[in-house]
């Protein structure tokens, strides 16, 4: 059974580009959860989706910021127009369910650069 | 809302020391406990958990006891190793996160 798998492992992108950013989730598990990590601020939680539904998205900035999780394929954080401020490292992470006493899978984590 | 307090760090220590890395929460209800570990340059990993009050996790040495009265869940092992150099994360449900401690072990 193959972990939560993240692509790319690494992307740069000049200011103004889009970045894409994919999950695919652990066979089984229909919750997806995504982070960012800055230096020196932890992770922080940007959102939490189900297939074809966004739970929570309190952690998102309100613009450039979109994420989505569709019936078939890998989610998707799309991040447009990006600035130097979004260099970080983005994580996902799946569960099979939503409750307090499930744990989250995490990716390697992409590796977002700005130049 | 749900939150998780780290203590400050980074923490530096010679191997074979004691370790205790504290944590507290504020949560509705009685959530699931985790701590996380971080190795350089790879994702987070489950290190232990632990889901009811008075619950102790346990895992590679380490350990956490789930304290209702105090909100805690602190991390200890009783001598680390420099393999154990890495980032903790202590974590509630929803994955509420801390900020992160850095631990760096001396040989």
């Known amino acids: 059974n193959a972990g939560v798998m993240q692509n790319p492992r690494h992307l740069v992108r000049r200011r103004g580009q889009e970045a894409r950013l994919r999950c695919s989730p652990m066979k089984g598990h229909s919750h997806v959860y995504w982070y960012r990590q800055l230096p020196e601020e932890g992770l922080k939680f940007m959102v939490y989706l189900q297939k074809e539904n966004i739970i929570d998205e309190s952690g998102m900035p309100k613009e450039r910021f979109s994420a989505e999780f569709p019936k078939e394929g890998p989610s998707i954080l799309r991040i447009q127009q990006v600035v130097r401020g979004d260099s970080a490292a983005y994580f996902c992470?799946?569960?099979?369910?939503?409750?307090?006493?499930?744990?989250?899978?995490f990716g390697q984590g992409t590796r977002l650069t700005v130049v | 809302g749900d939150s998780v307090t780290q203590m400050e760090g980074p923490v530096t220590l010679s191997e074979e020391a004691f370790l205790t890395i504290n944590c507290t929460y504020t949560a509705t209800g009685y959530p699931s406990l985790f701590w996380y570990v971080q190795y350089p340059g790879e994702g987070l990993q489950l290190l232990l958990k632990a889901t009811k009050a008075d619950d102790k996790g346990s895992n590679k040495g380490f350990e956490a006891t789930y304290r209702k009265e105090t909100t805690s869940f602190h991390l200890e092992k009783g001598s680390v190793q420099v393999s154990d150099s890495a980032v903790y994360f202590c974590a509630l449900i929803k994955l509420t996160f801390g900020k992160g401690i850095t631990l760096s072990v001396r040989p």
């Open positions: 992470a799946s569960s099979p369910q939503s409750s307090r006493n499930t744990e989250a899978f």
